[in-house]
């Protein structure tokens, strides 16, 4: 087993952890900053150029403003859990391509999709579900419960998974490349374009960790210590998603007779989520009230969360946000229509959700720095990253 405490070091655990130093910019920053993209949104918005990859935005040696957006974005997962970057890095052809690529393999017919079938189960999370297969919800484990409410309200939704080439343990499940030429090629392309920017938001919050002090003469023991949570997801295991929501009655999503996504949290360290313009995602107030507010997509961002491992690794420091979908603002506001009428459609929706987790045997318990003994105790017992995922895995299908 990893274990990230010796990475970090105790001179990374000895720095200042509070984003509210005089160095560090107000905490209403970054929320200012979506109110000036035009969004209504409780989700702060933060420019990430000074992370983008090499040759992919300008900005790249600056390490001013890279302390600066670590700031504004570990402040952002500590009070919302949620984040928007902007010049993150993934060229916005790419992003069209992969979306024009999702589009194109919903559109098959439903026997062609099944080529690559989702395995029973969820342990070996790859291939393609059909509406109603999996049902998300929040730390439902009992298969008879589960089963009960994929009946009460199924999930309108089809996914399909993919993967690590290299991840023998989820071996990727394709359909012949006959049917749809060149889509494993273009899927795998995105798939480095999402590791790559995985691993750049995990050092930036590792620069956040280290107090955001890492100067031009810090040696080499800072270097470790802001690329230990890069380096516990060395293997890359992660998971790109796409999803697409069909069209439904909004009666039935008003009924709760069908489900879009029921509320949950996350449960790997980090996901990204690359989404259309249809909206209908809502995060959860951070006082856990089960009040709901509308997260609308940003145009040219993608949207980071935290997930549960990264939230106990932090030993809370980042909150993992209950979030669902449903429907999009301003549709399902009208009544039922009588027998005859034209009813009231939601409309479909796609989205690129992509999953990191550690790598499987990596300890998880509270990072040097988020916890002391006296005022902040550890929270969390020890888990390995297997160990939790397998057991929220189990509990969708």
Known sequence: MSNLADALGAKAAQKPLSSSSSSSPPASTARNTAAAAGVDSPVPVVDFAAFAAAGEGAGSNDEEAKKRAARQIDDALRTVGFVYLRNHGVDAGKVKEMFEWSHRFFSLPTSTKQLAPHPPGGSHHRGYSAPGVEKVTQHTYGADTLAALRAAAPDVKESFECGNAANAAQPNIWPPEDVLPGFREGCMRFFDQGAGLVHRVLRALGLALAGGSKDDDDDDDDDAGVDALSNAHAASAFQLRLLHYPSIPTRLLRSQAAARIGAHSDFGSLTLLFQDSVGGLEIESPHGT???????????????????LLERWSNGRWRSTVHRVGMPAGVGEGEDKGKGEEEEMCPPRYSIPFF???????????????????????????????EYVTMRMSALY
């Open 356 to 386: 990191a987790a550690p790598d499987p045997q990596t300890l998880i318990e509270a990072l040097p720095g988020c916890w002391d003994e006296a005022e902040n105790p550890k929270k969390y017992p020890p888990v390995t990253a297997e």
């Open 290 to 308: 089960g009040t709901f507010r509308a997260a609308p997509p940003v145009d040219g961002a993608v949207l980071v969360n935290v997930g549960d």
